[in-house]
């Protein structure tokens, strides 16, 4: 099993940034890649971005290029999301999650998710 914790939320005004982490532990051999998801009140829980543990080909929501940048810090088992000019429409609860197989944009086919941290815009 793969536990994840995130942190790194906060309130943020328009047109700031936050830097969001999340650290894996237990099993995480077992990570082929790690996401980054959001989900509003109300909502479905949606994509923002993912990466591939080794290789770390990337992938992002249409609505946060060239705005969010996803990495990882394999010796240290972290994910981080880089997230700068934000809207309010970015506020949410955001997730890290991780899968074992490959490269995914739904949130229904990770294995492991982390609790959420909160992030809120303020306009």
């Known amino acids: 099993q793969v536990q994840l914790v995130e942190s790194g939320g906060g309130l943020v005004q328009t047109g700031g940034s936050l830097r969001l982490s999340c650290a894996a532990s237990?099993?995480?051999?077992?990570?082929?890649?790690m996401g980054w998801f959001r989900q509003a009140p109300g909502k479905e829980r949606e994509f923002v971005a993912a990466i591939t543990w080794s290789g770390g080909t990337t992938l992002y929501a249409d609505s946060v290029k060239g705005r969010f940048t996803i990495s990882r810090d394999r010796a240290k088992n972290t994910l981080y999301l880089q997230m700068n000019s934000l809207k309010p429409e970015d506020t949410s609860v955001y997730y890290c999650?991780?899968?074992?197989?490959?490269?995914?944009?739904?949130?229904?086919?990770?294995?492991?998710w982390g609790q959420g941290t909160q992030v809120t815009v303020s306009s």
């Open positions: 999650a991780a899968d074992r197989f490959r490269l995914r944009v739904l949130a229904a086919e990770y294995d492991y």
């Open positions: 237990g099993r995480t051999f077992n990570i082929y890649t």
